[in-house]
T-cell receptor, first 112, second 115 residues
Framework: AQRVTQPEKLLSVFKGAPVELKCNYS??????LFWYVQYSRQRLQLLLR??SRESIKGFTADLNKGETSFHLKKPFAQEEDSAMYYC??????????????FGTGTRLQVTL | SAVISQKPSRDICQRGTSLTIQCQVD?????MFWYRQQPGQSLTLIAT?????????ESGFVIDKFPISRPNLTFSTLTVSNMSPEDSSIYLC????????????FGPGTRLTVL
């Protein structure tokens, strides 16, 4: 069975400080990893996926197969980054049939 | 990306009753999924809604409790049957396979409270 673990329920950082949201996974096959974000009063939306290797809104995430991790990082936090962040996994290559397994989420709070 | 709407956005229901949630997409999509998010919990996949055939349920979810319909490529319903307070959750539909991408897009959710 696949599992996604986000150890922190709440992460509070100061504006301008670096951010790292942790995500670890367990899966017997090759995974595709995602980060979804939910801003206040908005729907869940995709932030980034590991196969795209993009930086979105200054966030990056690298898949580390050795450590089975997919931590989300940003060098300088902004107030507008405050949101709920979910790490998710699906089988690699599932394409449109990708059934996502979600972590429990981490609330990022950026304060002045 | 698609415009995904859900009805109702929220409801308060009595135990023992049933509620049907609708998910409408403004363009044809390949896959539609239904998730549940219980208070303080993560999202859990209930089932994949298959167009023209029975839905595929995940472990722990059964058709009698969560009947699903998908009559076409833009619409699906999830019914929560014989509700109990434990069914109080946010129910979300998601879609993939439209608009030239396999990214999964989510609806706004339906917040259900069962008394």
């Amino acid at each position: 069975a696949q599992r996604v673990t986000q150890p922190e329920k709440l992460l509070s950082v100061f504006k301008g400080a670096p951010v790292e949201l942790k995500c670890n996974y367990s899966y017997s096959g090759s995974p595709e990893l995602f980060w979804y974000v939910q801003y206040s009063r908005q729907r869940l939306q995709l932030l980034l996926r590991h196969i795209s290797r993009e930086s979105i809104k200054g966030f990056t995430a690298d898949l580390n197969k050795g450590e089975t991790s997919f931590h989300l990082k940003k060098p300088f936090a902004q107030e507008e980054d405050s949101a709920m962040y979910y790490c998710a996994l699906s089988p690699l290559g599932a394409g449109t049939a990708s059934k996502l397994t979600f972590g429990t989420g981490t609330r990022l709070q950026v304060t002045l | 990306s698609a415009v995904i709407s859900q009805k109702p956005s929220r409801d308060i229901c009595q135990r023992g009753t049933s509620l049907t949630i609708q998910c409408q997409v403004d363009s044809q999509v390949t896959m539609m999924f239904w998730y549940r998010q219980q208070p303080g919990q993560s999202l859990t996949l209930i089932a994949t809604a298959n167009q023209g055939s029975e839905a595929t349920y995940e472990s722990g979810f059964v058709i009698d409790k969560f009947p699903i319909s998908r009559p076409n490529l833009t619409f699906s319903t999830l019914t929560v049957s014989n509700m109990s307070p434990e069914d109080s959750s946010i129910y979300l539909c998601s879609v993939t396979g439209g608009f030239g991408t396999d990214t999964q897009y989510f609806g706004p959710g339906t917040r259900l409270t069962v008394l």
